[in-house]
């Protein structure tokens, strides 16, 4: 099984800031099967990225996805009030598909 | 627009079944494989069972492998989730997922529905 590991646990950023989330996998992912999930309390998870760099439909521009192999980054390019939440990574290159712990981008 | 809902959780006995639906509606349900995704209280997400769209093809994490059967009734645009032998770490909000129309990536999801397991 592929470990993905999210770091940091936690964000505590200001509004307008950037964020940068890491995301490793224990083995090399092809990138078209590295996603990025946001999740706000008490909602389903929410498509932002798909193949590690392509903004689902509706994502804003300010979201933005890189990486490859084994290392991954989400990017919030100016937090915006709506960003504060949970984000997980997953890969589905191999079964079973696995999520990462999750960030939590948190107001400071 | 693409609708999933989920139904079915409710309050079960360790070693009791319960049986969940997803109905989906929106989009022609034959053409995409589904997948079963579980959160329990305060925790990360757990992929748990996959199914083609033809329900040829199944896998199931190990977790719930011999206990969980995912089917799924293409004339009645319905994924279940038939949970056996449940314990209370099955505890969980259970969410049914679709991949998004560019097939990469899981791009809607249901509302989920809580499965809470307990004496």
């Known amino acids: 099984e592929i470990v993905m590991t999210q770091s940091p646990a936690t964000l505590s950023l200001s509004p307008g800031e950037r964020a940068t989330l890491s995301c490793r996998a224990s083995?090399?992912?092809?990138?078209?099967?590295l996603s990025w999930y946001q999740q706000k309390p008490g909602q389903a998870p929410r498509l932002l990225i798909y193949?590690?760099?392509t903004r689902a439909t509706g994502i804003p521009a300010r979201f933005s996805g890189s990486g490859s192999g084994t290392d991954f980054t989400l990017t919030i390019s100016s937090l915006q009030p709506e960003d504060f939440a949970v984000y997980y990574c997953?890969?589905?290159?191999?079964?079973?598909?696995?999520f990462g712990q999750g960030t939590k981008v948190e107001i400071k | 627009q693409v609708q999933l809902v989920e139904s079915g959780g409710g309050l079960v006995k360790p070693g009791g079944s319960l049986r969940l639906s997803c109905a989906a509606s929106?989009?022609?349900?034959?053409?995409?494989?589904m997948s079963w995704i579980r959160q329990a209280p305060g925790k990360g997400l757990e992929w748990v069972s996959y199914?083609?769209?033809?329900?040829?093809?199944?896998y199931y994490a190990d977790s719930v492998k011999g206990r969980f059967t995912i089917s799924r009734d293409n004339a009645k645009n319905s994924l279940y989730l038939q949970m056996n032998s449940l314990r209370a770490e099955d505890t969980a909000v259970y969410y049914c997922?679709?991949?998004?129309?560019?097939?990469w990536g899981l791009g809607y999801w249901g509302q989920g529905t809580l499965v809470t397991v307990s004496s």
């Open positions: 997953q890969q589905d290159y191999n079964l079973p598909p696995t």
């Open positions: 083995q090399s992912v092809s990138s078209s099967y």
């Open positions: 193949g590690a760099s």
């Open positions: 929106g989009f022609t349900f034959s053409d995409y494989y």
């Open positions: 199914i083609s769209s033809s329900g040829s093809t199944i």
């Open positions: 997922a679709r991949p998004s129309s560019s097939g």
